[in-house]
Structure formats: structure tokens, C-alpha cells
């Protein structure tokens, strides 16, 4: 077993009550989502700046180290502390981390909400990664995790603004993370996937309300998920990527409505829909 990193447990509020005028000037009392910095120091080196709800905040800097490819693996990091007052993340690894200043010298900025970013080039090492085969998703099982989301009680619910995603063991809900960015949401679960020494990675669904980019398919895809589900589309690169690992892409799932743009030899058709009915229309006639 790995040797675990020591967290602190910094969760702030993730809402905040704020006065406001409606249509009619009148006022009233409204949740929205609170917003806040953390910078996150590796070493005593300043790394990053992160815009985050701040819900697991040490769960998210070691996702982002990972999913950054900065570490390889969790017992690389001795301990993650975060603190409110000064907005800060101090990470201690156990013997720093190789090259830092070159392998962070290139940052791409990504679609994500909330300015997300990447060290280095997206595509490195994308042929390295090996999604498991036996990994599958029946259609039945697809519908019971949409109904699961549009149950679920969010800070969407109540205060908007905000990107969820959910990490499933087939039908059963396993983590629920929303933050201002989905990118943030995606590092959150997996710096909370590599603490855990449950069940095997290829029974995992990932699920996200935003929209498939090559970043959020590559972090899925690292993270050793090959069954990705979406309320949002896709984009051509995430589509690209999708098809070059082996991930399955499902999108626009709401209902029992959904379009699988990758790999849909992983998804098990168990529960198809009876075809709609023909309407006959009549053919209307002129008067001789």
C-alpha cells in the first residue's frame, strides 16, 4: 500500500448570502457561490493560483499535481495543508519534484470554466495511457445515473453558477463534487481516487454537467476511467482524444435521451426505447 500524504480538512463555506434587487425593485436574500483564491506552494515555490469553491481543497491540489503529471503517485507527497486565513496550499514532497522549472515553463490555457490551465503539452504521453477492456456501461445503468444527478441536492440547486461531477461504481454513487470550474471538480475526484484502495478503477463511470474537452477527456482517462457521461456535447479534439484511447464518450444524457460519440462497443444497449409511433398525416385533397 502506498504511504498516504498527512491533509488537513479546510473546508470553507461554499455559499454565501448576499442582498439583491428583482425585476419589481424589491429586494431579497439569495445563496451564491463563494468564490476564492488559493495559491498553491510546492516546496516553498510558488506554483499556481486556483479559483475554487475551497469544499476539499487538499483533495484538489493533489489532483491537480497529479493530473498535472507533476507526480506520479501519491506517496511522492508527505503532507498537503491548507489555510483560509492567508488563501494558501503548502505541499511538502517526500524529495521534490524532478525538473519542476522546466516541466512548468509552458502553460496552455483550457476551456475551462474559471481559467483552467495545463503544464506542458496536452498530448504527452496520451498513447502511454491504457484504458481496462472488460469496462462497460449498460444503458439501464446510464439512465439510473442521470436520475441520480437530477436528484441530487446541489449548490446548483441552490445558488447556480457552479460545474458538478460525480464519480460512479456502476449505478451507485460514490463522490459528488461541485466547483466553479469543472476542472477543478474533475482534480478534486481524482486526488480523492488516489486515497482510496477500494474497488478496481475500470468499474468507475465519471460523470460532468459541462462539455467533453480534450482536457477533461484526457484527465478521465489518466485517472484510468474509461466510461465518460455528460449532460453537455463534445468538442472535435475531445472527440479525437476519446477515439485515440479507447474512452467511451457519452453526451447530451438527460432523461433517457443520449448520443455515445466514441467507442460504443462499452456501452451494453439493455434498455432501448420501443420506436416512436408513425403518425399517418392525411393528404389533403382539392376540390374537383
Not at 70 to 85: K, M, R
Not at 104 to 125: H, I, P, Y
Not at 237 to 242: F, T
Request: proline residues 4%; hydrophobic residues 40%; negative net charge.
Amino acid at each position: 500500500m502506498p504511504l498516504l500524504p498527512h491533509l488537513t480538512e479546510a473546508r470553507a463555506p461554499l455559499t454565501r448570502e448576499v442582498v439583491v434587487m428583482n425585476q419589481h425593485g424589491e429586494r431579497e436574500t439569495i445563496s451564491i457561490p463563494a468564490e476564492r483564491d488559493l495559491t498553491v506552494y510546492v516546496d516553498k515555490r510558488e506554483l499556481v493560483t486556483l479559483m475554487t469553491l475551497g469544499a476539499q481543497p487538499e483533495w484538489l491540489v493533489l489532483g491537480y499535481l497529479l493530473n498535472q503529471r507533476l507526480i506520479g503517485a501519491i506517496d511522492e507527497i508527505e503532507s498537503i495543508t491548507v489555510d483560509w486565513e492567508v488563501n494558501a496550499a503548502s505541499v511538502k514532497t517526500r524529495h521534490g519534484i524532478d525538473r519542476i522549472e522546466e516541466r512548468t515553463s509552458k502553460r496552455v490555457v483550457t476551456t475551462g470554466c474559471g481559467q483552467g490551465s495545463v503544464f506542458g503539452n496536452l498530448m504527452d504521453e496520451i498513447d502511454s495511457i491504457r484504458l481496462p477492456e472488460s469496462a462497460v456501461l449498460r444503458q439501464s445503468q446510464l439512465y439510473a445515473i442521470v436520475n441520480a444527478i437530477r436528484l441530487k441536492e446541489s449548490t446548483y440547486k441552490s445558488a447556480g453558477s457552479v460545474h458538478a461531477c460525480a464519480l460512479f461504481h456502476g449505478e451507485a454513487l460514490q463522490l459528488f463534487v461541485e466547483d466553479v470550474g469543472r476542472h477543478n471538480a474533475v482534480d478534486t475526484i481524482a486526488g480523492w481516487m488516489s486515497l482510496q484502495q477500494a474497488a478496481p478503477v475500470g468499474e468507475k463511470i465519471f460523470y460532468t454537467t459541462g462539455r467533453l474537452t480534450s482536457e477533461m477527456v484526457i484527465k478521465s482517462a489518466q485517472m484510468g476511467v474509461a466510461v465518460v457521461v455528460s449532460r453537455s456535447g463534445i468538442t472535435q479534439m475531445g472527440l479525437d482524444v476519446a477515439e485515440r484511447v479507447g474512452l467511451c464518450a457519452i453526451g447530451r444524457a438527460t432523461h433517457k435521451h443520449f448520443l455515445c460519440y466514441a467507442n460504443p462497443q462499452r456501452l451494453v444497449l439493455d434498455a432501448v426505447p420501443p420506436a416512436a409511433p408513425v403518425v399517418a398525416r392525411e393528404r389533403a385533397t382539392s376540390p374537383s
